[in-house]
């Protein structure tokens, strides 16, 4: 019985170091990676994506502008005198923090009001909700594969924070293990495992994409 | 066996995902482009100011403590000055207190200083009327 369960645990290992070489090798290798020589054309490479990416994490597209203009402020700021190749791990990493800021800063609002009012006005209504889903309009809707995108948009936001991370960094944002381990503020080894279960999660939810 | 097939799906499930990010991010409203654009200016306008050195960074607070000590330490500087005096004042009116009384011995210390400078007249003085006394009894 333990030896069966040993080699299905075998196979579980072989299976998820088999995802992260075919990602280390497929993902670099679709990606040219060039670097931009300047923090401008760096920004202007990623701020879109940095954009969408807090979006998926926070359903807010204020909040999500917020969290890339102080990512931005803060890379100028304190790195700007690191390499170019340095930059994409710690923009990431700034962003990746101030997501959780943001996200944490939101819990406490909503205690707050809940323990102030129950979260109901004097005449008994609903107040506006502290942690706002955002479902602006926007050319998205006009994608051939908006719903697709919205599919894994809400796939992702089911998924734990941290697998969430690793998936949105690796995988989305085709970051290398190491450079995701940097942003992350964790081992390679947590990468591999958070991204394994994150792909385990998304597979079994998005069963229309096989 | 079944890792290949896994490996292959999750290849396809992989770049799809990541096509449809890079769709998305490539379709974002002109207002909110606009919005991006603006934060990237405001961010590239730190490179153009001087970064700050580590020095003055902490300049600021230490001026401030510098400035807590000295002000503390000048509040602090009266305070024992004045209570020193408030207890010799004290003092002072105590001992006043009990000669009035005229139950005690008058405290050395608020006897008139020039009758203290002068105690050595004063018992050559007294010590000559008692002799000019007995004399004048014989």
């Known amino acids: 019985m333990e030896s069966q369960d040993a080699r299905s645990g075998d196979a579980d290992d072989d299976a998820m170091n088999s995802v992260v070489s075919t990602l280390d090798t497929d993902l670099m290798a679709e990606d040219t990676r060039a670097v931009p020589a300047t923090m401008d054309a760096f920004l202007s490479h990623v701020e879109r994506r940095a954009?969408?990416?807090?979006?998926?994490?926070?359903?807010?597209?204020?909040?999500?502008?917020d969290a890339v203009q102080d990512a931005m402020l803060r890379l100028v700021k304190h790195y700007r005198d690191k390499s170019a190749e340095e930059w994409s791990p710690l923009f990431w990493g700034i962003l990746r923090r101030r997501i959780v800021d943001l996200q944490r800063r939101r819990k406490v609002r909503s205690i707050m009001v809940g323990w102030l009012g129950g979260g109901r006005d004097d005449d008994g209504d609903e107040l506006p909700s502290w942690d706002p889903a955002d479902a602006g309009p926007g050319p998205l809707d006009r994608l051939q594969d908006a719903q697709s995108y919205a599919d894994m948009a809400a796939a992702v936001k089911k998924l734990p924070q941290r697998q969430r991370e690793a998936f949105m960094l690796r995988v989305?944002?085709?970051?290398?293990?190491?450079?995701?381990?940097?942003?992350?503020?964790c081992s390679e080894g947590s990468v591999k495992t958070h991204l394994s279960r994150a792909m385990q999660h998304l597979r079994d939810q998005l069963e229309a994409w096989r | 066996m079944n890792a290949p097939k896994q490996s292959v799906d999750n290849r396809t499930f992989e770049r799809r995902a990541r096509a449809l990010y890079?769709?998305?991010a490539q379709h974002i409203e002109p207002a909110m482009a606009g919005r991006l654009r603006a934060a990237r200016r405001t961010a590239l306008e730190a490179l153009a100011k001087p970064a700050r050195p580590h020095g003055a960074r902490m300049l600021l607070p230490s001026g401030a403590l510098a400035a807590i000590a000295l002000a503390l330490l000048l509040a602090w500087s009266p305070l024992?000055?004045?209570?020193?005096?408030?207890?010799?004042?004290?003092?002072?009116?105590?001992?006043?207190?009990?000669?009035?009384?005229g139950e005690l011995p008058p405290d050395p210390d608020s006897a008139d200083p020039g009758m203290v400078q002068n105690l050595d007249f004063y018992g050559w003085l007294a010590t000559n009327n008692t002799n000019n006394a007995s004399q004048a009894n014989r």
């Open chain 2, 22 to 24: 890079r769709e998305a």
């Open chain 1, 172 to 185: 989305l944002e085709g970051l290398d293990v190491a450079e995701t381990a940097q942003a992350m503020g």
């Open chain 2, 80 to 101: 024992q000055n004045r209570s020193s005096e408030t207890l010799q004042a004290q003092m002072s009116v105590a001992g006043v207190i009990d000669t009035a009384d």
């Open chain 1, 51 to 65: 954009f969408r990416l807090a979006e998926l994490n926070l359903g807010n597209r204020e909040d999500a502008l």
